[in-house]
């Protein structure tokens, strides 16, 4: 039932390739959407920043991060960065794809990976940027599901981005929008 559900993700995303050299513009940056090979059905795999952080203190996040020189593309920098916040090692990646890109309110263009991970993997929370990892059924993340839906305007642009309650944590914002278009693209 899973493959089936990746193939057809897959078969929905743009390309991304581990070692395609494609330097990014500076201060682009990549997350990485894992969904965890469960029998029952993928789970998404999600990161409770750090409340002591200058920049998003505390909220629900993809494991990512901003573009470094030594990344040759966004795909190694959406690896990178979740190697460093949560131990997940590059080679458990299998991926599916990517997203179209997305854009901060500060005007950051984020590049959201989709790949697929085994079950039962040790993470570990880097305390310097984290407080927590969770995971969540793909399935809760559905538009159906939202709890509440927030609107607003950027550029003369009106957008509603999704809400989601799960445990004691609110998904909200890009990751919440992020969630959600991975969510429709699972629909069989």
Sequence with gaps: MSEAIYRHIASQLFPA???TPEPPARGQAAVLIALIDKPEGPDVLLTLR???????????????GKWEREDHNLVRTALRESF???????????LLGRLANYQ????????????????GLALTPDPSELDDIFSLPLAELA???AQRWD???R??????????????????????????????LAAL
């Design 104 to 119: 901060t309110q500060k005007g950051v263009v984020v590049t959201p990976v989709v790949g697929v991970i085994p079950p």
């Design 17 to 19: 390739e581990r070692h």
């Design 155 to 184: 550029a003369g642009k009106r957008y509603r981005v999704p809400v989601y309650q799960w445990q004691q944590h609110t998904i909200w914002g890009l990751t919440a929008a992020m969630a959600c278009k991975l969510a429709k």
């Design 151 to 153: 609107e607003f305007e």
């Design 143 to 145: 538009a159906g599901r």
């Design 84 to 94: 460093e916040e949560t131990g997940l090692p590059s080679d458990k990646v299998r």
């Design 50 to 64: 750090a409340r002591h952080l200058k920049n998003h203190p505390g909220e629900v996040a993809f494991p990512g």
